[in-house]
């Protein structure tokens, strides 16, 4: 049972365009919501994260919109450059856990083209 | 600042065949977890430790021992190795009160 839904699997985008992936979870005992960025051959890496108490937030390019009634959140990344090019995992977890177990969700393959 | 250091970076071993995978850690972190990431699949959580001397099983334990003496080291055991446990495995810490976790950068192991 996957409890965190990613999609899409592999995303192509031109440079200077907007990338979308969509994640959607199941337990709404989950309260913190991250998303990681992932380059071929390198750990995964904290890129951005949210809490359900606010609807939206930004860092620099890269946008997390959330929809708690919806139990949806996205990662909106503006003006996409080559370098974004990686994969991206959302995840969940829950803070009176003490965040002790990320969820990930399956991953989306990110291609930026020149 | 090295930061969270696993060894080896890519293994191949024979269905059967024991080996531990190093984990070590140089922030002073209290939690530690293992994650294995597959195709399709995302990373899943295997085991994970809240401290020297106590660990727990995540989604996907079977297969895998772990053990923490200490606080800079988490290693993963697999006791006899099966083609299913051919993955790309990531060891994680975090610190208490922190949500953020900081990975490795990964043990590519195959059995055959």
């Known amino acids: 049972q996957q409890q965190v839904k990613q999609s899409p699997q592999s995303l192509i985008v031109q440079k200077g365009g907007i990338s979308i992936i969509n994640c959607a979870y199941e337990?709404?005992?989950?309260?913190?919501f991250p998303w990681y960025q992932q380059f071929p051959g390198k750990g995964p890496a904290l890129l951005i994260a949210?809490?359900?108490?606010?609807s939206e937030k930004k860092e620099g390019r890269f946008t997390i919109s959330f929809n708690k009634s919806a139990k949806q959140f996205s990662l909106h990344i503006m003006d996409s450059q080559p370098g974004d090019s990686a994969t991206y995992f959302c995840a969940a977890s829950r803070m009176n856990t003490g965040f002790q177990k990320l969820v990930f969700g399956t991953g989306t393959r990110l291609l930026v083209s020149p | 600042n090295a930061g969270v250091t696993q060894t080896p970076k890519f293994q191949v071993l024979k269905t059967g065949q024991s080996m531990t995978l190093q984990c070590a850690q140089d922030m002073n972190h209290e939690y530690m977890s293992w994650y294995r990431q597959d195709p399709g699949m995302g990373l899943r959580l295997i085991h994970y430790s809240v401290g020297a001397g106590i660990t727990d099983q995540g989604e996907v334990p079977n297969g895998y021992n772990v053990s923490r003496s200490t606080t800079e080291d988490f290693p993963l055991r697999l006791l006899s190795a099966a083609p299913s446990q051919t993955s790309v495995y990531f060891c994680?810490?975090?610190?208490?009160?922190?949500?953020?976790?900081?990975f490795g950068q990964g043990t590519r192991l195959t059995v055959v």
């Open positions: 337990n709404t005992a989950f309260d913190y």
């Open positions: 949210i809490r359900p108490d606010v």
């Open positions: 994680a810490s975090r610190t208490q009160g922190r949500a953020e976790a900081f």
